[in-house]
C-alpha cells in the first residue's frame, strides 16, 4: 500500500509545517527548542500504518494548557469542541530559574515604582507566581492542524487507496475466498450507529455502471473499527462453466463461434466441444468491482445517513471459474499480490506468447 503509505506521509509534513508556522504567528517562538523538536514518522504495524508525532515535552502545555490556582484554561480538542485543559498548577510553581533565559529573550525589564529596574530574581519570582495563579492559555497549535487533516482524510486516503488497488494485478479465482476490509477510524470513534456499506458490481465488460450492481452488503465494525467483507458466496453464483458456444453483441461469423461453419445462435446451437476454433465465454469469467461507503448518525438517536464524503472504489477486478489444488502455491508477492500467480505459467492473455487451456486435438 505504498500510495497509503506516501498520503501519510504527506499528512505528517503537512501537520508538522501548520503546527510550526502556528507558533511562528502566534509570537511562540523563543529559543526555537520546541520549534525544532517537532517531528512525525510513519511506522508500519501488524495493522497497517500509524503516524507518530513527538515534540519537546513543553509542547503539550502550550497547545492544551494549564489552568491556574484562580483560573480554568481552555482548548479546541480534534472535534473543535472547547475543553479544560488536563493539567493545572496547584501547590507548585514554575521554577523561576526556568524563566529566566525566557525573559532574557523578550527584553523584559520593568522599572519599580521609584523607577528603579527590577532585579531578574524578583522578576523571575513574580512571573512565575502570576503564572501559578492565572495558567498558561493553550493555543491549539498542534491539535488544529490535526483536527484539519483528519477532516479531509476519509476522502483523501479513499483515492489514495483507489490508487494502490489499481497498483495490483486484478485477477481472482473464483473459489479463492475474495475477503475485503475497510477501516474509517476517524468516523468509528466519532459518530455513532456506524456500519460500513459495499456495493458489488458486476457484468461481462469493463467499465461498470449502476445499472450492474447486484448487492449491497453492510457490515458493523469489530473491535478494531474494522469492516470484513467476504464475498465468495455472492460471486460463486454468478460464475460456472460454460458448455455452449457463444455470440458477442449480434449473431454473426466475425463474433461467434462456429460449428462446420456455421455461426452460433439460440436456433443453431453447438457445443463448446465441438467448435471448429474458439469462443468467447459467457459465464465463466466476469468483471466485478465494490464501492466501499459508510453510514452514521451524528447523536445516539439521530437519524443515520450514508456520508457522502467517505467513498473508495476499487479497480474492476476479472473473476472466472476456477479452482487451485493443494499443491499450487498461494503467495504474497513485493507489490502486495495475494493469491495464485496465473502469469507465472502465462494464462494472462496479455503478451503475443499467452496461452490458454483448452480440450480440442491438434
Known sequence: MRNVENYLKSVGRKIVRQAKNNLKQGDKVVSGSLLGSIKYKVLKTAEGFTIQFTMAEHGKFMDKGV???????????????????PFRYKNLQPPASALDKWIVRRGIAPRDEKGRFMSRKSLQYLIARKIKSLGIQGISFFTTPVRLALKDMPRELALAFKEDFKDNIAVMIANLTPIFTVQDLVLVTSKFNVKYIAEVFLGQQGSLSSGDKIATLKATPNSKGVGIFDLSTI???????????????SANPTESSQFKGTAFSDTTPHSIHTIDKFCTNEKSVRIFKVIFKIQHS??????????????VSTDEFIIYNGTVQ????????????????????NYIMNDTDAKFLTNRCK
Open 67 to 85: 489552568s491556574g490556582k484562580n483560573k480554568r484554561r481552555y482548548f479546541k480538542d480534534i472535534n473543535n469542541t472547547r475543553r479544560q485543559s
Open 235 to 249: 460471486l460463486q453464483s454468478y460464475v460456472e462453466s460454460d458448455n455452449l458456444g457463444s455470440f458477442v453483441g
Open 298 to 311: 451524528d447523536t445516539v438517536t439521530g437519524e443515520v445517513a450514508v456520508n457522502t464524503g467517505a467513498s
Open 326 to 345: 493443494h499443491e499450487d502455491i498461494i503467495a504474497l508477492d513485493s507489490s502486495g499480490n495475494y493469491g495464485y500467480n496465473l502469469d507465472a505459467n
